[in-house]
């Protein structure tokens, strides 16, 4: 299964790709179940709160089937190779599960990042950038309006931080977001089963939770198998990795 050049031009053009219904519904309720029954029986140490958001819920299940069936026996592990490459993903051990609970505050707005920058909390060694290829996102929820934890995008960021990393060096991440100007951000709506393929370095973040219901999300992280040789080169060329897009990015590069 692949992407059509349509789907590939979105990513070219956004940042993203999203993917109505391309999970199976028994692969979700698989998910759900062992994530319910873990925080059922586990229950949230308050302790553990700033980690678990910052880098997953229920750690025991991440690199469990219930998780990694999600994207290994889904179309996704394909569909994601067909824009990186086929067989040039590297293995992928586990899942983040992302839940995102209602607030009686106000919703926060969201607030743009890239992944694999320092905070005290989500395990990245200070003074490192743990950048990758894609994020894949899988939506074990309905997420049918703005505010309710949604997964939030700047599109076409990923072309505007590649030209900023040409101008000031990949390193420059070091210091901080980048300051850009920035398009106005789009909270995704998803139904259950659908799921998102975005580039690294597309700016993303996440909606505060107005909603009376908890989100549920599971994200993958998949490197090209050459990515640790052009750990740097891969922000200042952001297609260097996905052999898949070639076809696409090409014409609309001019060449």
């Known amino acids: 299964m692949e992407l059509t050049n349509e ?33 059922g029986n586990e229950g949230i140490d308050p302790s553990q709160l700033q980690k678990f958001r910052a880098q997953s819920y229920c750690p025991e299940l991440q690199r469990t089937r219930h998780i990694t069936n999600l994207l290994y026996e889904s179309p996704l592990w394909e569909l994601a190779g067909s824009a990186i490459g086929p067989g040039r993903v ?25 992944d694999g920058m320092y905070t005290p909390t989500n395990g990245v060694p200070k003074g490192t950038i743990a950048n990758f290829t894609a ?39 070091l210091e901080g977001m980048p300051e850009v100007g920035l398009p106005e951000p ?6 259950a089963g ?18 009376p219901n908890i989100r549920y999300a599971i994200f993958f992280r998949l490197s090209h198998v050459n990515h640790d040789s052009v750990h740097w080169e891969c922000m200042t060329d952001i297609w260097l990795e996905w052999e898949g897009m070639r076809e696409v990015v090409r014409p609309a590069a001019g060449v």
């Open 90 to 114: 590297s293995p992928v051990g586990g899942g983040q599960i992302a839940l995102r609970f209602p607030t009686m505050e106000p919703p926060r707005e969201p607030v743009p990042h890239i």
């Open 7 to 39: 789907q590939k031009r979105a990513i070219y053009e956004n940042g993203y790709v999203h993917l109505p219904g391309i999970v199976p519904r028994e692969l979700m309720r698989d998910a759900l179940r062992a994530i319910n029954s873990s925080l």
């Open 186 to 191: 789009r909270q995704v709506t998803a139904s």
């Open 194 to 211: 659908d799921a998102v393929i975005a580039h690294y370095q597309l700016g993303h973040g996440i909606a505060g939770n107005a909603s």
């Open 135 to 173: 994020l894949v996102g899988v939506f074990l929820s309905d997420v049918p309006d703005e505010y309710s934890g949604n997964f939030t995008v700047w599109p076409g960021t990923h072309r505007v931080y590649e030209q900023y990393f040409r101008e000031k060096g990949p390193q420059a991440l």
